[in-house]
């Protein structure tokens, strides 16, 4: 169950004292736990973060640290145990399911380490599905599919089906496939993770230069520390908790 009291007073204290800009997403003191037979894990322990529009953020820390529990918060996949999460001032605690549904369909893309392509979609098709769930025409998604395809350099493989796909153009295509929608957040799990060195460099050099290009906030966990020259900001997770929220000033 989620408690919503004593967290919305909270809020409204941190508010008051905070002068930062204002923040796409907000985590205040938010908790989760999975019981796993006998067995109870406290996946995140208490995590308060504020996350600004247009920042590039990488979450990072060994396995087990509860990178995806937080991945999953953020990209309001999951609910919290406790605690508030706010998206663009909203407090999403209070929304259906249905709701929270429609909402990340409309304002969040997602990008997978295991790609999640439609096997039997082309390159365009598998760029064009989250329009088509939203109800776009068909012309109209096609045809910003194969803008953003053009975007990520794939437009020559666009009937191309991911079976016959590098690893990197697959995970070239989920990146279009998650900005076809004009997000306000991507939620990137470990999209590196099936990749070599180069292809790893290379599709984190493309989302960052997205989040340049747009304006789109990005937030990535990786339990790489080579890719983190890459990112501004991190946020380092161990048992549950956020012990450093460190930020770069140059990045290679």
Request: charged letters at 20%; a negative charge; hydrophobic letters at 40%.
């Amino acid at each position: 169950m989620l408690s919503h009291q004593n967290a919305s007073n909270n809020w409204d204290d941190a508010a008051n004292l905070s002068s930062n800009p204002p923040a796409l997403l907000e985590l205040l003191d938010v908790k989760r736990q999975f019981t796993l037979g006998q067995v109870t894990v406290q996946a995140l322990r208490g995590i308060s973060v504020q996350i600004v529009r247009g920042e590039s953020v990488a979450v990072w820390g060994p396995s087990g640290s509860g990178k995806s529990t937080l991945m999953n918060l953020l990209g309001l996949i999951d609910v919290p145990d406790a605690g508030q999460i706010r998206f663009d001032g909203e407090n999403v605690n209070q929304y259906t399911d249905d709701r929270l549904a429609d909402f990340r369909n409309r304002k969040i893309g997602f990008i997978f380490q295991s790609f999640n392509l439609i096997p039997v979609l082309n390159a365009l098709e598998n760029v064009m599905l989250p329009l088509q769930v939203q109800g776009v025409p068909d012309g109209q998604a096609r045809e910003r599919a194969m803008e953003w395809l053009d975007q990520v350099g794939l437009e020559k493989f666009a009937t191309f089906r991911p079976d016959r796909l590098s690893g990197g153009q697959r995970q070239r295509t989920a990146i279009a496939r998650a900005l076809v929608i004009d997000p306000m957040l991507i939620i990137a799990d470990e999209p590196t993770a099936n990749l070599d060195s180069e292809n790893s460099h290379s599709v984190i050099e493309l989302i960052r230069s997205m989040n340049q290009l747009t304006g789109v906030t990005c937030v990535f966990s990786t339990h790489d520390p080579r890719l983190l020259d890459q990112v501004p900001r991190h946020l380092l997770l161990k048992d549950g908790q956020i012990l450093e929220d460190r930020r770069v000033e140059a990045v290679q």
